[in-house]
């Protein structure tokens, strides 16, 4: 069984940077042909897709976020990592990571962490 979670602040203020881990049991990021995303939903609206990280350790990013974008990988721990710099109020959403297969669309996947609500708020 494939399981992720979320982990990092609720609260992140204006203009700083918002950090999220997550952690995966069940599998390995680096094995098989999947993409380690991370994926929002802004209250009352649809998802993001907001980027990831591929089996083979590289990355892809939304073009509306990329320039604001980065997300690493510690295989050690199995975790990859979110980091959203110069956040806005517009940031805040229900975050979470997930597994999506190979040739699939960005929003799409078959294994998702529970999300975690984070506010941009001073």
């Known amino acids: 069984q494939v399981q992720l979670e979320e982990s990092g602040p609720g609260l992140v203020k204006p203009s700083q940077t918002l950090s999220l881990t997550c952690t995966v049991s069940g599998d390995s990021i680096t094995g098989g042909f999947y993409y380690w995303k991370w994926i929002r939903q802004p209250p009352g609206e649809g998802l993001e897709w907001i980027g990831w990280?591929?089996?083979?350790?590289?990355?892809d990013y939304n073009p509306s976020l990329k320039s604001r974008t980065y997300i690493s990988s510690d295989m050690s721990k199995n975790q990859f990592t979110l980091q959203l710099s110069s956040v806005t109020p517009e940031d805040t959403a229900v975050y979470f990571c997930a597994r999506g297969e190979r040739g699939t669309i960005p929003e799409q996947y078959d294994y998702r962490g529970p999300g975690t609500l984070v506010t941009v708020s001073s």
């Open positions: 990280l591929n089996y083979g350790g590289g990355t």
